[in-house]
C-alpha cells in the first residue's frame, strides 16, 4: 500500500515550458487535492476534484490547470511556466466521508528559471 | 471564510521541556481541526484531529491538542520534546459543509527547533 505517491520529485523548468505533475493514490478515495508550498505561507490550495471527471478551482488557481480522467489519478499541468511557479508542489488525498481527513505525498520541487 | 492564525513562526525549547503551539482558526460552524507535522523534505503527516466530542484529543508521537470554541483556538502540546520532534508544524481548519466539504485551510507554520 503505496498511499499518495507523486512524481517526478523534482524538475526544473525555463520559463515558457510545460509540464506535468502526476499524483496516484491506491486507497480509492473520492477527493483529491494540489497544493503548493511557499515559505512562511503555510499550504494553498490551487485545484481540487470532488470524483472521476470533476475539477474546481481552489485559492490560488491561475496559471495551473488539472484533470482527473482515472479516480486514482490526479494530474497538475503548467502550460507556460513562470518564475513565480517556483514552489513545492503537494497532493493530497481524502475519503468522502471521512471529515476532511487528507493524506500527503512526498511533494514535488519545482524550480522555474 | 474559514482562517488559521499560527502566531509564531519559529519556536525554540530544549530537549526534555514542554511544548505548546499556538493555533487560532475563524470558523461559522463547528469546526474540524488538525495539526500535521512536516519533517525536511518530507510531506505532511497528520498527528492528531478533533472532529467532535472529547474536546481534549490524543495523537501520535506523545502529541495532544485541546479545542477551546470560546477562544477559537486547537493548541498544540507534548509534555517532553525529544530531539526528533524537531520540525514544522501546521494548523488546519477543514470544511464539514457545503459544496466546499473537506477542503483544509493551513496556517503559516511554526518552525520548532529542539536544542540538546
Known amino acids: 500500500n503505496a498511499g499518495v505517491t507523486q512524481t517526478p520529485k523534482f524538475r526544473v523548468l525555463k520559463t515558457g515550458q510545460s509540464m506535468t505533475l502526476l499524483c496516484a493514490q491506491d486507497m480509492n478515495h473520492e477527493y483529491m487535492y494540489w497544493y503548493r508550498q511557499d515559505p512562511g505561507m503555510g499550504l494553498r490550495l490551487i485545484h481540487y476534484?470532488?470524483?472521476?471527471?470533476?475539477?474546481a478551482k481552489g485559492e490560488v488557481p491561475d496559471g495551473y490547470n488539472v484533470s482527473r480522467l482515472k479516480k486514482q489519478n490526479f494530474l497538475l499541468g503548467l502550460e507556460s511556466a513562470a518564475p513565480s511557479q517556483t514552489s513545492v508542489y503537494f497532493c493530497?488525498?481524502?475519503?468522502?466521508?471521512?471529515?476532511?481527513?487528507?493524506?500527503f505525498g512526498p511533494g514535488t520541487r519545482l524550480t522555474v528559471t | 471564510a474559514q482562517s488559521v492564525t499560527q502566531p509564531d513562526i519559529h519556536i525554540t525549547v530544549s530537549e526534555g521541556a514542554s511544548l505548546e503551539l499556538r493555533c487560532n482558526y475563524s470558523y461559522g460552524a463547528t469546526p474540524y481541526l488538525f495539526w500535521y507535522v512536516q519533517s525536511p523534505g518530507q510531506g505532511l503527516q497528520l498527528l492528531l484531529k478533533?472532529?467532535?466530542?472529547?474536546?481534549l484529543v490524543q495523537g501520535i508521537k506523545g502529541f495532544e491538542a485541546e479545542f477551546k470554541r470560546s477562544q477559537s483556538s486547537f493548541n498544540l502540546r507534548k509534555p517532553s520534546v525529544h530531539w526528533s520532534d524537531a520540525a514544522e508544524y501546521f494548523c488546519a481548519v477543514g470544511n464539514a459543509g457545503g459544496t466546499s466539504y473537506g477542503k483544509l485551510t493551513f496556517g503559516q507554520g511554526t518552525i520548532l527547533t529542539v536544542h540538546p
Open positions: 478533533y472532529f467532535s466530542g472529547d474536546t
Open positions: 493530497a488525498s481524502s475519503a468522502r466521508l471521512d471529515g476532511c481527513e487528507q493524506y
Open positions: 476534484s470532488v470524483g472521476e471527471g470533476t475539477t
